[in-house]
T-cell receptor
Framework: DVKVTQSSRYLVKRTGEKVFLECVQD?????MFWYRQDPGLGLRLIYF???????EKGDIPEGYSVSREKKERFSLILESASTNQTSMYLC???????????FGPGTRLTVT | DAKTTQPNSMESNEEEPVHLPCNHS???????IHWYRQLPSQGPEYVIH???SNVNNRMASLAIAEDRKSSTLILHRATLRDAAVYYC???????????FGKGTRLSVIA
């Protein structure tokens, strides 16, 4: 079974902190994605990557950056967390062309 | 991105078939139709996808209209575990990410 794991299920951080959300997949997938999910807004794509050291902006990249140093790991970085980044963050991976995306369980981040 | 329109919510009785509709009148010839679902407190999971022909797998069937302007996800026998938000997504050919809409919240009544 494909497994996508995220470093934490729940995380509480203070405004201004630097936050790292880690995602690891065990299926040698080239593609990896970060989404956030908010009530009434659905899932929105933040960043994605098609290969190591590659990254592409999604629909809402402002306030975020990403790192992909190894194929299996894709990190989402909040340089200076703000309260409007309180959300559920979901990581996903897939083989090209991306017919089946596999999602992790999500990290619920609260910024106070 | 091509848009999809789904009802906000639907209800079904347990052990009955469920037909979840999706309209996509602006679909282009190379857009694939994908369905995902999200169970409570979980990430989305892949259900099925197709291009022109109807598709079946162990989870569901996908019926695609001849003009491809609409499609229907069919759950042949709903169970309580099928209660979820179902997303209909158009994905252009090539290695492109999924863009999710609001989906349909399916409730299953025992």
């Amino acid at each position: 079974d494909v497994k996508v794991t995220q470093s934490s299920r729940y995380l509480v951080k203070r405004t201004g902190e630097k936050v790292f959300l880690e995602c690891v997949q065990d299926m040698d997938h080239e593609n990896m994605f970060w989404y956030r999910q908010d009530p009434g807004l659905g899932l929105r794509l933040i960043y994605f990557s098609y290969d190591v050291k590659m990254k592409e902006k999604g629909d809402i990249p402002e306030g975020y950056s990403v790192s992909r140093e190894k194929k299996e790991r894709f990190s989402l970085i909040l340089e200076s967390a703000s309260t409007n980044q309180t959300s559920m963050y979901l990581c996903a991976s897939s083989y090209p062309p991306g017919d089946e995306q596999y999602f992790g369980p999500g990290t619920r981040l609260t910024v106070t | 991105d091509a848009k999809t329109t789904q009802p906000n919510s639907m209800e079904s009785n347990e052990e009955e078939p469920v037909h979840l509709p999706c309209n996509h009148s602006t679909i282009s010839g190379t857009d694939y139709i994908h369905w995902y679902r999200q169970l409570p407190s979980q990430g989305p999971e892949y259900v099925i996808h197709g291009l022109t022909s109807n598709v079946n797998n162990r989870m569901a069937s996908l019926a695609i209209a001849e003009d491809r302007k609409s499609s229907t996800l069919i759950l042949h026998r709903a169970t309580l575990r099928d209660a979820a938000v179902y997303y209909c997504i158009l994905r252009p050919s090539g290695n492109t990410p999924l863009v999710f809409g609001k989906g349909t919240r399916l409730s299953v009544i025992a």
